[in-house]
Each structure stands twice: as structure tokens, then as C-alpha cells.
């Protein structure tokens, strides 16, 4: 079956710096992959989704990079601030239903 | 309201005690999901509605748990005989419908079985 792997230690970076987070996953190479931030005690909130054709996918600050030979996808956040820290969770589709398969995310922590 | 709204917040239960969760999605969306989080876990499905075809009950992890979908609006997650492996948040997202890859998810409620 399909599984995610994200990096479980938190991410530690200095403001303005940029984050890379990584999601790899195992089986077979979903139709798209989306990207999730998750504060605490709040549930998830859409960010970006890149479909399997799409190599890069930008949204202001953030950038979306898949590749499906590697199995992988990175997941940029430029001039970062404290206020990006928070959970990224990574998901993709369980088989051709739209039923999400989650990773358990990496944390991000932004220093001022 | 705007969001997914889902309550309680927070609830505490004795083990073997029935709890039922309630969830409100965003007006029109015909998709609804609900997930369970273990703390410093992903995301882990349970159950999908589209609006009125048969629920993918896929998910469940026993017997003990149902969910029903009034429609397309308010849905209700029930845990029967609950047991301590069953604390953990329960998360309800929404989505305009089956087409619509990106899920709109409410705050989650909180339960804790002693």
C-alpha cells in the first residue's frame, strides 16, 4: 500500500532564510500531490496542489517541486518568517479516489 | 458560518461510554470526510460522503464506529463502547465535490477516553 514518508525531526531555521521540506512516497506515482500547513489544535489548511505533469508550482513565497522518478516532492518556503512555523503535512490520493493519504508532517521552526 | 465548523471542542469520556461528534460543512459542498489524528501522526481516513451515494466506510477501524450524513449538510461521527486507543482529534473536512481535489478542514474535536 501507498506510504508517506516526511522527515519527523523538526526543521530549525533562521528568518529570511529558506525551508525545504521532503515528501517521498512508495508505491505508484499519484495524479497530484498537495501540501498542507497545520498549526496547533487547528486542522489542516490547503496550501498548494501539483498534478503528476507539473514539475514546479509557485504561490508567492512557496514553491512545489515533483518528481516522479524519484518519488518525491519538495516543498520550498522563501524568506521565511517566524510566522511559517507550523506543521507541513504532505498528502496524496489513495488510489483514483479523492480519500487522502497523509504524511505525519515535519515542523517548521522559524527563529527570529 | 464560513468554515467547517465541528463540536465539541473537546471531549472527555469513560472507556465504554458512547461519544458522538458532530460536523458542519461549508454550505454546498457535497464531499465530506472525517479523519483521525493521533497525537504526532498524519491524517488517517475513515469515511467519505458524496452526496447521496453510499458512504466508503473503508476507513473505520472497527465496528464501534458509524458515521451518517443527514443529506448534504450536517454529519455525525459515533463511537460506541469507546476505548482508551480511541483518544485522538477527529478531523471533518469538506469539498465542493468529487471533482474538487482541495479539502476545507474544520478545527477537529479533541476526545480523550480514561
Known amino acids: 500500500s501507498q506510504k508517506i514518508e516526511q522527515n519527523s525531526e523538526a526543521l530549525n531555521i533562521q528568518e529570511g532564510k529558506t525551508a525545504t521540506l521532503t515528501c517521498n512516497y512508495t508505491?505508484?506515482?499519484?495524479?497530484?500531490l498537495q501540501w498542507y500547513r497545520q498549526d496547533p489544535g487547528r486542522g489542516p489548511v490547503f496550501l498548494l496542489l501539483?498534478?503528476?505533469?507539473?514539475k514546479e508550482k509557485r504561490k508567492e513565497r512557496l514553491k512545489v517541486t515533483f518528481d516522479t522518478t524519484l518519488k518525491q516532492s519538495l516543498f520550498h518556503i522563501t524568506a521565511s518568517q517566524p510566522a511559517d512555523s507550523a506543521t507541513y503535512l504532505c498528502?496524496?490520493?489513495?488510489?483514483?479516489?479523492?480519500?487522502?493519504?497523509f504524511g505525519s508532517g515535519t515542523r517548521l521552526l522559524v527563529r527570529p | 458560518g464560513a468554515g467547517v465548523s465541528q463540536s465539541p471542542s473537546n471531549k472527555v469520556t469513560e472507556k465504554g461510554k458512547d461519544v458522538e461528534l458532530r460536523c458542519d460543512p461549508i454550505?454546498?459542498?457535497?464531499?465530506l470526510y472525517w479523519y483521525r489524528q493521533r497525537l504526532g501522526q498524519g491524517l488517517e481516513f475513515l469515511i467519505y460522503?458524496?452526496?447521496?451515494?453510499?458512504?466508503?466506510k473503508s476507513g473505520l477501524p472497527s465496528d464501534r464506529f458509524s458515521a451518517e450524513r443527514t443529506g448534504e449538510s450536517v454529519s455525525t461521527l459515533t463511537i460506541q463502547r469507546t476505548q482508551q486507543e480511541d483518544s485522538a482529534v477527529y478531523l471533518c473536512?469538506?469539498?465542493?465535490?468529487?471533482?474538487?481535489?482541495?479539502?476545507?478542514f474544520g478545527p477537529g474535536t479533541r476526545l480523550l477516553v480514561l
Open positions: 498528502a496524496l490520493p489513495m488510489d483514483s479516489s479523492y480519500k487522502l493519504i
Open positions: 501539483i498534478r503528476e505533469n507539473e
Open positions: 460522503f458524496q452526496g447521496n451515494s453510499a458512504p466508503d
Open positions: 473536512a469538506s469539498s465542493l465535490g468529487p471533482a474538487q481535489e482541495t479539502q476545507y
Open positions: 454550505s454546498g459542498h457535497t464531499a
Open positions: 508505491n505508484y506515482s499519484p495524479a497530484y
